[in-house]
């Protein structure tokens, strides 16, 4: 009991602090401007189970496809950070401002961005994964894994409800207050893809130098 208190309050904040769900909120709110709040529910209920799904098979599976397919924690973390710069540069620009959509686009639309960017990388990233990594290989017992799994889970309830409730923020922000906060975010969600990008990269020319070290 000792150590699982601490345990279950890391899963909880590490996990919490990764999703982001209140800084995917303004991101969520701009792209699904002009929608109707029926559309907007059906995108935060399929964001939020694709992140949960995902992140529940990197932690059973997780060490064995990074293996399997030789890909990195640190290649994933750059790879995330490239298409977070890209959708903050488009919010820079206002490209998601005043979406138009014909009905039978809008599924199609929907399903799209709850997947790509809003499930992932936004509300499972590279972070998220590397996290739910780590903290299973942490997990020394089933209680400890149920904790995991259980927290991952609360999490992404959680998540749901933030989201469905920030549609009602729209009402009062405006075109011009959206506007505004959709370029303030774009630019600081290209800051955090640099941070997830440069942190991705550091550890690899590292490993690149000590090699042509020992090498030399």
């Known amino acids: 009991m000792d ?12 996990i919490f602090t990764l999703a982001n769900p209140l800084g995917t909120m303004p991101v969520f709110l701009t792209m699904t401007q002009g929608m109707s709040e029926k559309e907007r529910r059906f995108i935060v209920k399929r964001a939020t189970i694709t992140a949960f799904l995902i992140l529940i098979v990197f932690v059973f599976a997780g060490q064995f496809i990074f293996m399997f397919f030789g890909i990195s924690t640190n290649g994933f973390r750059i790879a995330g950070g490239v298409i977070i710069f890209k959708i903050g540069y488009d919010m820079l620009q206002a490209r998601y401002t005043h979406v138009k959509l014909k009905d039978d686009e809008i599924r199609t639309y929907a399903n799209d961005i709850s997947i790509t960017p809003l499930g992932i990388p936004m509300l499972c990233g590279p972070g998220a994964i590397a996290n739910a990594i780590v903290l299973m290989s942490d997990a020394h017992d089933i209680t400890m894994k149920g904790v995991l799994i259980g927290s991952i889970a609360f999490i992404y309830i959680l998540t749901y409800f933030i ?12 075109e011009t207050g959206n506007n505004v906060m959709m370029r303030l975010m774009g630019l600081l969600l290209m800051v955090i893809a640099v941070e997830c990008f440069v942190g991705g990269l550091k550890p690899i020319l590292i490993d690149v130098i000590r090699e042509g070290n020992i090498v030399n």
């Open 3 to 14: 150590e699982l208190l601490p345990y279950a309050l890391l899963c909880l904040t590490s």
């Open 163 to 174: 989201l469905r409730a920030s549609t009602r923020l729209l009402a009062y922000l405006g």
